[in-house]
């Protein structure tokens, strides 16, 4: 791993892409990397500020729901740990369609956490 974040809060809005724009004019966030859906809808954005990577989305939710993904390195043993411990799992191990692993989970308060093997970056991706 780099020395790019591997603790990153996550948010998920109704309206992604207008959530996009206003935290870009409102706080300063620089856009890294958006992918939009055919339909125009934002799916994943990540937006830097100083030294700090957020990563941000659209969800069929009455209002947004927030999180944290923390960067491991073996996502099966992680998830494995954490089920073990009685975390509330959302969904399992699964890989992306990035080539990257993920499993999220809540907590005994209901707090939603995200583990996988994508390393966001405080830079615009080369390929972006």
Not at 21 to 32: D, S
Not at 66 to 72: C, H, N
């Amino acid at each position: 791993m780099s020395d790019s974040p591997t603790i990153v809060p996550y948010l998920s809005y109704k309206d992604g892409k207008a959530a996009l724009a206003f935290l870009q004019e409102a706080f300063g966030f620089r856009e890294n990397f958006a992918q939009y859906g055919d339909d125009g809808v934002l799916i994943h954005a990540e937006l830097t500020i100083g030294n700090g990577v957020i990563l941000v989305g659209t969800a069929d939710l009455p209002r947004g729901t927030p999180g944290i993904y923390v960067v491991v390195k073996d996502v099966a043993a992680h998830h494995a740990r954490a089920s073990a411990a009685g975390a509330e799992i959302v969904f399992g191990p699964e890989e992306t369609e990035w080539g990257t692993e993920r499993y999220r989970c809540r907590d005994p308060e209901g707090q939603e956490w995200s583990f996988g093997t994508y390393q966001p970056q405080t830079e615009p991706p080369a390929w972006g």
